[in-house]
């Protein structure tokens, strides 16, 4: 059942604050969490992060102090549930644990923005980089392997296959061909609008997170194939940000940011099977109505534009949802794997002229080798074969199905 959250006044902001015991939640427990709930805490913290140092950077580009006190008001209940959402993390889980629920977060996250989403470019936008977070799933897990001897498959539970997508080694794009076309904000479906700014921060806050835990590592091929990986991200950071239409202004940007918060607490409120983390997304939710309220009221008087005419007339009826999308990877796998971007289109690779700027960077930065091809020699040095989790069968792609030597 949806609803229009500009009619819901919500939590008022000034009643939003809570004590440090509040914030100190109680994790998960690593073993027995539905790794969906383990997805949408990821999702959350990501989401939260970026409505953080958006605002941040709002407060530095504006002179109304009434303003910059409301922008300080907001984020600091940002900050807060930030704090509450990333607390259910556990400490016994380590980074690469946490980093394959990252990626499960990316595979399953994309495929379902791409699936719902109405305009084909953004489609194909979410397409595209959805093959090579799911490489990167399979190329964490046979680290896993290596490291600890750990089953991936215990973190995702099967509900999304381990197994090669765009190999992370022909990911590696030069920059000019990472930005894309954006969208029009008078003309774009919001919804589209949301599923954009939801994938954005999402592969933001995987950027970052691998920026920090690149270091947590003794081994050389886990520090390698961390810093080989959070350049991927960066690249999608960079892909997603540019479908984003810069003309809307930083207060039109404030209201869509709180209204994103509002649909996705929403959202995951709706599947959690969690009773204690369902009512902390309950709660968020309420909190996001309030926050809503006061960027809806500055925009109405410092732009005079109802916020109403640049939101949906009530939130999607579909919330956004994680849930196996495996047969939908597969068919973008085997239609998709060969694309590569140019400038702003994708083409298959065999259409790119040799002297294309793609492989001069592909010649760059694989001199020597790449962490990511090493992981998986090393995992059949070692242990005899690589780590997969095919579900469904072999891999729809015959040139990324197992080796028999390896199997
Ligand atoms: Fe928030
Ligand atoms: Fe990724
Ligand atoms: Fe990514
Ligand atoms: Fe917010």
Avoid at 43 to 51: D, P, T, Y
Avoid at 132 to 137: A, P
């Amino acid at each position: 059942m949806s609803f229009n959250p500009l009619e819901q006044a919500g939590i008022p902001v000034d009643e939003q604050f809570r004590n440090w015991s509040e914030l100190n939640v109680t994790p998960y427990d690593k073993a027995t969490v539905d790794p969906y709930t383990r997805t949408r805490v990821i999702l959350m913290n990501g989401i939260e992060v970026e409505s953080i140092i958006f605002s941040h950077q709002f407060a530095r580009h504006t002179d109304h102090p009434e303003l910059k006190r409301a922008l300080a008001t907001n984020r600091r209940v940002d900050a807060q549930q930030q704090k509450a959402v990333n607390g259910l993390d556990p400490g016994d889980q380590n980074p690469l644990e946490t980093t394959v629920g990252y990626e499960q977060v990316a595979v399953d996250l994309t495929a379902w923005l791409a699936r719902h989403e109405p305009d084909p470019m953004i489609k194909q936008a979410l397409d595209f980089a959805l093959l090579e977070d799911f490489d990167h799933l399979y190329r964490y897990s046979n680290l896993y392997d290596l490291l600890y001897g750990g089953h991936a498959d215990e973190i995702t539970q099967h509900l999304t296959e381990i197994t090669p997508g765009r190999p992370t080694i022909v990911e590696h794009r030069h920059p000019h061909d990472e930005v894309r076309t954006h969208f029009d904000t008078h003309t774009v479906d919001p919804l589209t609008r949301m599923h954009v700014m939801t994938i954005t921060a999402a592969e933001q806050q995987t950027m970052n997170f691998y920026m920090n835990h690149g270091s947590d590592w003794i081994e050389p091929i886990a520090r390698g194939l961390y810093a080989e990986i959070a350049l991927i991200e960066e690249q999608h950071v960079t892909h997603y940000e540019s479908l984003l239409d810069p003309l809307d202004s930083w207060l039109a940007t404030w209201v869509a940011h709180e209204y994103n918060e509002v649909y996705l607490y929403w959202s995951m409120l709706q599947h959690e099977s969690d009773r204690r983390i369902k009512a902390l997304w309950e709660l968020h939710l309420n909190m996001e109505l309030g926050q809503l309220q006061v960027a809806c009221d500055f925009m109405r008087r410092l732009e005079g534009r109802e916020p109403a005419e640049m939101l949906p007339g009530t939130l999607p009826d579909t919330p956004v949802t994680f849930e196996p999308n495996k047969d939908y990877v597969r068919r973008v796998l085997a239609e998709q794997v060969d694309l590569r971007a140019d400038g702003t289109d994708y083409v298959p690779v065999g259409d790119l002229p040799a002297d294309h700027r793609y492989f001069t960077y592909q010649d760059t930065v694989n001199e020597g080798g790449a962490p990511s091809e090493q992981v998986i020699d090393e995992a059949r040095a070692q242990k005899g074969r690589e780590y997969r989790d095919e579900t469904e069968g072999e891999s729809p792609v015959p040139d990324l199905r197992e080796p028999a030597a390896s199997r």
